[in-house]
């Protein structure tokens, strides 16, 4: 169903769960991973070569996430498309030849 909003040309989609730490001397989180903030979840993509980060809810991280693995998806027939048609060309340019 992500499908149809889904489909980019960035080569970056993804939905990442991240922890932090605040930098507060007195905190916890600097000194023990267990006691690190979050988990956030960040929505991640690249415009322009640049990278976007975006924080998300934890009720919208699955759906961001399931998104992910659609691009991800996508991006492997993209590429098995783009091999057929490489090889689809070739062929027909080899055809164009043999008729002059
Ligand atoms: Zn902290």
């Known amino acids: 169903m992500f499908t149809e ?8 989609w993804s939905c990442e769960r991240r ?4 930098g507060r001397p007195q905190c916890a989180c600097g000194s ?6 979050g988990p956030y979840f960040e929505w991640t993509y690249k415009v322009k070569g640049k990278t976007v980060n975006v924080k ?11 998104a992910a693995k659609q691009h991800r998806k996508l991006k ?3 590429a098995r498309l783009e091999r057929l048609s490489k090889t689809a060309l070739a062929n027909l340019a080899k055809q164009a030849d043999n008729t002059d």
């Open 76 to 78: 492997i027939v993209l």
């Open 19 to 22: 922890v932090m730490k605040c």
């Open 5 to 12: 909003f889904l489909y980019t040309t960035q080569d970056s």
């Open 32 to 37: 023990d991973p267990a006691k690190r903030h």
């Open 56 to 66: 998300l809810s934890p009720q919208a991280a699955p759906i961001y996430k399931a």
